[in-house]
C-alpha cells in the first residue's frame, strides 16, 4: 500500500457526462501528479499540484481540469466525456516539489459508453 | 520534448534464464526511475537512479544508469514467473519532478 487513496476505484458513465476523481496523498506530501494510462497513448502524464497551485501541465486537455484543496486532496474533474477518455487514471504524490520519489495511487478505471 | 524508449516491448522468458531490458531517453535527466505494474493493478516502484554510474539491486533485479548514453537497463537474473508484469522506465526532471514514461515493457515467464 503506497498510502495514496484514489476514489472511486471503478465508474462507469456515459458520454457527454462529468465525473470527478479523488485523490488522497500520502500524509505529508505536498505535491500531487495525475496521470492517464490508455492502450493507445500508454502513461501520460496530465498535471501537478503542488501546495494546492498548479506547477506543471502536460498533455491535459480542455474539458479536464483538477485542483487541490487545503488539506492537499486533489480532485480531476473530467466534462462532456468522450469514448476516448476511457482509461485507467492514476493519482501520485511526492513530498517535494521536485526530486523526490512519486507513489502512485490504485487508481480509478474510467469506463465511459 | 523528453522520448523515452524502451525495448523491447515484449518479453517472453524462460525461467532460470537471464534477460535485459532497456532504456533510452532524448535530453538530460537527473533521475530515472523503474516500475512494476501487474495488470489492471497500479506502479509499484522498484528503483531510483540518480546518477551516472548508480547501480541498485534488489533479489533478480539489477537497474544501472549512464547518463552519458542516456540509458538505462533493468536486468532479471534467473526469471521466475513471479516476475510476470509490466516494467515502465520513467524519467524525471528535477523541476516538478513530472515524469515522462516509457511504452512499458510486458514480461512474461514461462515455466
Known amino acids: 500500500d503506497s498510502g495514496v487513496t484514489q476514489t472511486p476505484k471503478h465508474l462507469i458513465t456515459a458520454t457527454g457526462q462529468r465525473v470527478t476523481l479523488r485523490c488522497s496523498p500520502r500524509s505529508g506530501d505536498l505535491s500531487v501528479y495525475w496521470y492517464q494510462q490508455s492502450l493507445d497513448q500508454g502513461l501520460q502524464f496530465l498535471i501537478q499540484?503542488?501546495?494546492?497551485?498548479?506547477?506543471a501541465k502536460g498533455n491535459i486537455l480542455e474539458r479536464f481540469s483538477a485542483q487541490q484543496f487545503p488539506d492537499l486532496h486533489s480532485e480531476l474533474n473530467l466534462s462532456s466525456l468522450e469514448l476516448g477518455d476511457s482509461a485507467l487514471y492514476f493519482c501520485?504524490?511526492?513530498?517535494?516539489?521536485?526530486?523526490?520519489?512519486?507513489?502512485f495511487g490504485q487508481g480509478t478505471r474510467l469506463t465511459v459508453v | 520534448e523528453l522520448k523515452v524508449e524502451q525495448n523491447p516491448l515484449f518479453l517472453s522468458m524462460q525461467e532460470g534464464k537471464n534477460y535485459t531490458i532497456y532504456c533510452n531517453y532524448s535530453?538530460?535527466?537527473?533521475?530515472l526511475y523503474w516500475y512494476r505494474q501487474d495488470p489492471g493493478k497500479s506502479l509499484e516502484s522498484l528503483f531510483v537512479l540518480l546518477s551516472n554510474g548508480a547501480v541498485k539491486q534488489e533479489g533478480r533485479l539489477m537497474a544501472s544508469l549512464d547518463t552519458k548514453a542516456r540509458l538505462s537497463t533493468l536486468h532479471i537474473t534467473a526469471a521466475v514467473h513471479d516476475l510476470s508484469a509490466t516494467y515502465f522506465c520513467?524519467?524525471?526532471?528535477?523541476?516538478?519532478?513530472?515524469?515522462?514514461f516509457g511504452g512499458g515493457t510486458r514480461v512474461l515467464v514461462k515455466p
Open positions: 501520485a504524490s511526492s513530498a517535494r516539489l521536485g526530486g523526490s520519489e512519486a507513489f
Open positions: 535530453t538530460t535527466s537527473d533521475r
Open positions: 520513467a524519467v524525471g526532471i528535477a523541476a516538478g519532478n513530472k515524469l515522462t
Open positions: 499540484y503542488y501546495n494546492g497551485e498548479e506547477r
